[in-house]
T-cell receptor, first 114, second 116 residues
Framework: KAGVTQTPRYLIKTRGQQVTLSCSPISGHRSVSWYQQTPGQGLQFLFE???????NKGNFPGRFSGRQFSNSRSEMNVSTLELGDSALYLC?????????????FGPGTRLTVL | DQQVKQNSPSLSVQEGRISILNCDYT??????FLWYKKYPAEGPTFLISISSIKDKNEDGRFTVFLNKSAKHLSLHIVPSQPGDSAVYFC???????????????FGKGTKLSVKP
């Protein structure tokens, strides 16, 4: 089975721009979660989607949004980029997103905001 | 306030010896714990998990121990190999909204170096 894929792998943007990141989960997985990793804050949960619905949300501003399509692929959007948004953005998929499922991570998208 | 803490930012062990990575948590509602390994420029790779109804889970060279009364878990790697050198993250889930595990809370990680 193919793993979680994320595109693009690297991205450079300037302040004020917006960006869209894409995540394709493992085939058959219906839950997709997004995380931000920075050196200072570590890995922090952004949101989780299941069956095209946002089911859980972390403590991030409204500039961070996402969506999930009927094939479980997910996109994450960040509007009005700030320098502090520079980070590794990871998505993870699991079959149902239940509390005994294991999340499998993609390689991440490295976003640099100049 | 950090709910999941890995108090040792780094650990160095000799090849063939045991590596013990520790993790403490504060939220007694956490019911599922996972360990991930991460290499630079890659996503975390799942290693092993444990449910709060167990106190030990073993998978090959990796064993996770859970002490609920102390709110402490540890990952033992025996024997340690140079390829184990990576950052290890402890993560916890409280079931989240509607029983979802979609929200994992991670520790800051411990960098393990296994020297030949």
């Amino acid at each position: 089975k193919a793993g979680v894929t994320q595109t693009p792998r690297y991205l450079i943007k300037t302040r004020g721009q917006q960006v869209t990141l894409s995540c394709s989960p493992i085939s058959g997985h219906r839950s997709v979660s997004w995380y931000q990793q920075t050196p200072g804050q570590g890995l922090q949960f952004l949101f989780e989607y299941f069956s095209e619905t946002q089911r859980n949300k972390g403590n991030f501003p409204g500039r961070f949004s996402g969506r999930q399509f009927s094939n479980s692929r997910s996109e994450m959007n960040v509007s009005t980029l700030e320098l502090g948004d520079s980070a590794l953005y990871l998505c993870a998929s699991s079959p149902r997103g239940s509390d005994t499922d294991t999340q499998y991570f993609g390689p991440g998208t490295r976003l640099t905001v100049l | 306030d950090q709910q999941v803490k890995q108090n040792s930012p780094s650990l160095s062990v000799q090849e063939g010896r045991i590596s013990i990575l520790n993790c403490d948590y504060t939220n007694s509602m956490f019911d599922y714990f996972l360990w991930y390994k991460k290499y630079p420029a890659e996503g975390p790779t799942f290693l092993i998990s444990i449910s709060s109804i167990k106190d030990k889970n073993e998978d090959g060279r990796f064993t996770v121990f859970l002490n609920k009364s102390a709110k402490h878990l540890s990952l033992h790697i025996v024997p340690s190999q140079p390829g184990d050198s990576a950052v290890y993250f402890c993560a916890a889930s409280d079931g989240g909204y509607g029983g979802s595990q979609g929200n994992l809370i991670f520790g800051k990680g411990t960098k393990l170096s296994v020297k030949p």
